[in-house]
C-alpha cells in the first residue's frame, strides 16, 4: 500500500474517507472544547499527514495550549505533516518518524488529555486491537478522550471494540450510526492511568488488504 497516496482519498468530497474525517474532527474539536482549563496534550498513533488533529488545530481557540505528539513511519506522510504544522505556526506540536506500536515513542507525552487511534484498527488484527485497547489506560489520563475509527465491513467489529475500552475503564461518551459507512467512537476514560510499559509493542501494522487475503476477520 501507498500510504500517502492513500490520503489523497480525503481531498475527494464524496469519498468515505473524506466523510470520516470530518467526523473525526468534529469530535476532536469537541474533546478539546471539552478538557479542563491550562496545558493539554494529544497523541495521535499512525498519525498520517496529522489532519485529524492539525486542520482542527488551526483554527481553534485552545490551539495555545495544546502540546501534541504525532507518531507515523511513513517518512513522506510525516514531511507532509511538519509543512502543515510550519504553515500553521504551531510550534508546539512534534511530528515523530517512527514506529507508533512501540509504547516508548509516547514517554513524556502521557497520560494525554486525548488520544487518537484513527485509521489503526482495520489495519491491525483482532487480538492487536483488543492489545492496543488494553495499552490505552497507559496512554490516557482520567477524564481523558480516545477518539478512535474502524471501517464497518463485515465483520463488523465495532461492539467488539466497543467492548473491548468498556471493559478497560472507559466509557462510551460517542458513537457513529451504523449507517455511516464508517466507524467513529469517543470513549472517556474513567479509572487511574497506569504506568508506562517501557519496550513494549503494542501491535503489528498488517494493513487491511493483506488482512482480507488472510481471511483473518480483522480486515
Known sequence: MDWRAWHDQYDLADSSLARRLKV???QVGAAL????????RVVSLCAGQGRDLLEVLDGHPRRADVRARLV????????LASAAVRAAGLDQVEVLTGDAALIDQYRGMVPADVVLVCGLFGNITDEDIRRTIAFCPQLTRTGGTVIW???????DRVPLICDWFERSGFERHWLSRPDAGFGVGVHRFTAEPQPLAAGESMFTFVGHGLLKQRGSGAG
Not at 33 to 40: R, V, W
Open 33 to 40: 472544547d471539552g478538557c479542563p482549563p491550562g496545558p493539554l
Open 72 to 79: 507515523e513511519l511513513d517518512e513522506r506522510n510525516t514531511a
Open 24 to 26: 473525526v474532527q468534529q
Open 149 to 155: 475509527t474502524r471501517h464497518r465491513s463485515a465483520p
